[in-house]
């Protein structure tokens, strides 16, 4: 199986940006469709943004399409999640997450493996 541990999270003021970083070990994600969602308290865990196995394309929530970019890097074993234009309600505890069905599927419930979190905070 895949371990995976999110990283770069923080404070940081409306309008600024952060990036985080899902690395993975134990197998390549190239067997993985990835994803990130958040939790944010008293809320669901909710889709953020996912890509697949082969990585051209990104697939966005609403809320933060246009603002957040998904990238891979299956050499690296990585998934990095951009995101400017930060808002209070991306206030979210951020988790990667790797799926090895066969096709994408953005429902948590479908996700096979889940990192811990990363709290991102957005102060106005």
């Known amino acids: 199986q895949v371990q995976l541990v999110e990283s770069g999270g923080g404070l940081v003021q409306v309008g600024g940006s952060l990036r985080l970083s899902c690395a993975a070990s134990?197998?390549?994600?190239?067997?993985?469709?990835m994803a990130w969602f958040r939790q944010a308290p008293g809320k669901e865990r909710e889709f953020v943004a996912a890509?697949?196995?082969?990585?051209?394309?990104?697939y966005y929530a609403d809320s933060v399409r246009g603002r957040f970019t998904i990238s891979r890097d299956n050499a690296k074993n990585t998934v990095d999640l951009q995101m400017n234009s930060l808002q209070p309600d991306d206030t979210a505890v951020y988790y990667c997450?790797?799926?090895?069905?066969?096709?994408?599927?953005?429902?948590?419930?479908?996700?096979?493996?889940w990192g811990q979190g990363t709290q991102v905070t957005v102060s106005s």
């Open positions: 890509i697949s196995r082969i990585g051209v394309t990104g």
């Open positions: 997450a790797a799926d090895e069905g066969p096709r994408l599927n953005t429902a948590a419930t479908a996700q096979d493996y």
């Open positions: 134990g197998r390549t994600i190239s067997r993985y469709h």
